[in-house]
């Protein structure tokens, strides 16, 4: 069973910038395209962004698109997502995914625990 712990949460002024990442257990990390989404208080959770196996190929959510950068490093097992220009519409909790697929299909087989992101205005 894949573990995935993340970090880099914090709270953070507007403008501002933060890099999230989560490790991954276990030895088949890069097989599997990984991704981030997250939760607002009151809203339902939401895609961010996503990666192939590879890290070749992203998605990105239109509102986070041009703001936020996700990229992967097979060698140590962890994904991560660089987030600039923050907004207090980014105030979530975070949380990174682990797709059933080497290519992003949104199909989650497992989840992280989940980092609070604040953006203060």
């Known amino acids: 069973q894949v573990q995935l712990v993340e970090s880099g949460g914090g709270l953070v002024q507007a403008g501002g910038s933060l890099r999230l990442s989560c490790a991954a257990s276990?030895?088949?990390?890069?097989?599997?395209?990984m991704g981030w989404f997250r939760q607002a208080p009151g809203k339902e959770r939401e895609v961010v962004a996503g990666?192939?196996?590879?890290?070749?190929?992203?998605y990105y959510a239109a509102s986070v698109k041009g703001r936020f950068t996700i990229s992967r490093d097979n060698a140590k097992n962890t994904v991560y997502l660089q987030m600039n220009s923050l907004t207090p519409e980014d105030t979530a909790v975070y949380y990174c995914?682990?797709?059933?697929?080497?290519?992003?299909?949104?199909?989650?087989?497992?989840w992280g625990q989940g980092t609070q992101v604040t953006v203060s205005s």
């Open positions: 995914a682990r797709d059933r697929a080497g290519s992003w299909t949104m199909a989650i087989a497992a």
């Open positions: 990666i192939n196996w590879s890290g070749g190929s992203t």
């Open positions: 276990g030895r088949t990390f890069s097989s599997y395209a």
